[in-house]
């Protein structure tokens, strides 16, 4: 019978804690979708002595949406796994010279959500959007213009190098 | 047999090309032109060394032509057109003289050695010429000596007189 | 490319909304009467008899799962994209000189053997190529300086270079002269040459010109 009484109470304060747990803000779990199209760009050829900067083939469009993630801050953010680096095995083009402009487009976002502009890394990573709680409109996007600063210095030949798109919430 | 040997050895030729006509797309060049101007311009220097001789004191019966204590070297360098020559006169306006006394500069003859100094004497009323120089430019050398034609009739004395040698490149 | 969550984590929220909506479920059936309720207890306390020891350890491993899963929630719910970056690098090359025309002037051979140009040329090379090639820069006079009939060979022009990879040298109207000795790889380089002409009483008078092309090729 003491028996019984114990594993009733256990349940029962197992659901407590449960209902608590699962109604508690603080541990809700804010749930992300997220979206880069396309997932591939690319810079072509120019001549240093005349663009400084070239503008990637493509502006790539991040949609987030954000649920569960009542007054939880929250990023999305950018890290390279390493500089460009050429099929050559040998030449390398730093990560530091891909940058990017980020606006927002499509529907506003009334939580504060933010796209920001940024230089790329591959230690650090850099935030590409903000925001605070929920996506309102059910998602929030932004436009993102990658640019590559062109140098002479740049040996010839095919570059390539992956970025993680990655959510975040502390 | 000999058709499917036939279409391999086209394809790679074929593909032989493709690859050195690929190669040779990948080089690049860039050419620029420096012009260089030079002005060459009539020009005439003389030397003479030294720039004084001497005729020492000799009985006119043994002695009738007095050579002066040294020779003179010359050097002329001119520039002048190539259809055009320079000139080098010799001009003593003037006789020998010692206070009163005087010894007519036309008593003063010189040999030349090396071309295209020539050969003369002295005279006061016309320049002479010490040269016959080819068109162009060009630097020369040779050696004066000069002679004096010595005679019973002439005072004693220390006597001078100054030649001023001319070299004109037109 | 849309990537929802982990999966793992979506069917452990899809069960903790199912528990809550069970739960509210159960509180809106509607009341039994008693002789259904002592049936109903007298079942459940057999059940509890038969399997209490079981259901018990079950539900303490579920509610033990779902904190766990309730407290790692938050740092797990993350969403990650792949953005893949192609960046093509050719061969180029570019020069510059500065000025484009140099001048000597006229000059004794006797005071100066040598005549300074007028200026110095400021030169820029500017190449891309591969790791393992190197650019070259070759400095080609057409024929001899000359006015009218006249000449002044080309081989009596020369010039200093002010720094690496930019290198002294003497016009050949035969063969083009290396102006530059390049390193391999790319790269942009800025130095200055010196021209000099040498002076002779054999020249005639005359205004003399020349054309140098430089060529600056990136393999």
């Known amino acids: 019978m003491i028996e019984k009484k114990t594993a009733h109470l256990a349940i029962a304060i197992l659901a407590l804690a449960v209902t608590w747990v699962w109604s508690s803000p603080s541990f809700a779990a804010i749930a992300f979708t997220l979206t880069v199209t396309p997932s591939s760009i690319s810079f072509p050829d120019a ?16 949609k987030v949406r954000v649920t569960n993630g009542a007054n939880q801050n929250w990023s999305v953010h950018l890290l390279a796994n390493g500089d460009l680096l050429n099929s050559d095995g040998v030449s390398k083009i730093p990560i530091a010279n ?11 976002c009334t939580n504060g959500c933010t796209c920001v502009s940024g230089t790329m890394s591959a230690t650090v990573p850099q935030d590409v959007i903000r925001g605070l709680g929920n996506t309102p409109n059910g998602q929030f996007n932004c436009n993102t213009n990658f640019l590559l600063n062109n140098q002479w210095g740049y040996n010839t030949g095919p570059y390539t190098q992956t970025i993680t798109v990655v959510t975040a919430s502390p | 047999m000999k058709n499917i040997w036939k279409i391999l050895m086209t394809i790679t030729v074929v593909a032989g090309a493709a690859l050195i006509l690929s190669t040779a797309a990948f080089a690049a060049s860039d050419s620029k032109t420096l012009t260089i101007n030079a002005t060459i ?9 030294p720039t004084t001789i001497n005729f020492a004191d000799n009985s006119p019966t043994t002695v009738s032509s007095v050579s002066a204590d040294n020779p003179v070297a010359v050097t002329a360098r001119v520039r002048t057109g190539k259809a055009t020559a320079a000139t080098l006169t010799v001009a003593s306006a003037n006789d020998l003289t010692s206070g009163s006394d005087t010894i007519p500069i036309s008593a003063v003859s010189w040999t030349a050695s090396g071309a295209p ?29 000069f002679f004096l034609a010595n005679n019973w009739t002439y005072n004693t004395g220390s006597y001078s007189a100054t030649v001023t040698y001319t070299l004109t490149a037109p | 490319m849309t990537v929802i969550i982990e999966r793992g984590l979506t069917v452990d929220l899809t069960e903790q909304k199912t528990t809550k909506q069970s739960a509210i479920s159960k509180s809106s059936v509607k009341p039994l009467d008693e002789s259904e309720q002592q049936i109903h207890l007298r079942r459940k306390e057999e059940n509890m008899k038969n399997n209490s020891r079981p259901t018990g350890t079950l539900l303490s491993i579920l509610a033990a799962m779902v904190m766990v899963a309730m407290m790692a929630g938050s740092t797990l719910f993350a969403a990650t994209q792949t953005l893949t970056i192609n960046a093509t690098v050719s061969a180029r090359a570019e020069l510059t000189l500065s000025p484009s025309t140099i001048s000597f002037a006229d000059a004794s051979p006797t005071i100066s053997p040598t005549i300074a140009a007028n200026s110095t040329v400021a030169v820029t090379a500017n190449v891309r190529t591969a790791a393992n090639s190197k650019a070259t ?61 040498a002076n002779s009483w054999s020249y005639n008078t005359g205004s003399y010109a020349a054309t140098v092309t430089y060529t600056l090729t990136a393999p």
């Open chain 1, 47 to 62: 001549n240093p002595s005349s663009v400084s900067q070239i503008p990637a083939s493509a502006t790539v469009l991040i």
């Open chain 2, 117 to 145: 100094f020539i050969a003369g004497t002295l005279n006061k009323a016309s320049a002479q010429s010490g040269a016959t120089f080819g068109n162009g430019s060009g630097t020369y050398n040779g050696t004066y000596s």
């Open chain 3, 137 to 197: 820069l070759l400095a080609a006079v057409s024929g001899d300086l000359t006015s009218g009939g006249d000449s002044i060979p080309a081989s009596n022009v020369s010039w200093t270079a002010s720094a690496g990879p930019f290198i002294a040298g003497t016009l050949n109207k035969t063969t083009a002269q290396s102006a530059a000795n390049f390193a391999n790889g790319s790269g942009s380089y800025n130095g200055v040459y010196t021209f000099t002409l």
């Open chain 2, 41 to 49: 311009s009539a020009r005439a220097e003389l030397v003479l060394a």
């Open chain 1, 98 to 108: 891909l940058t990017w402009n980020a606006t927002m487009t499509g529907r506003a």
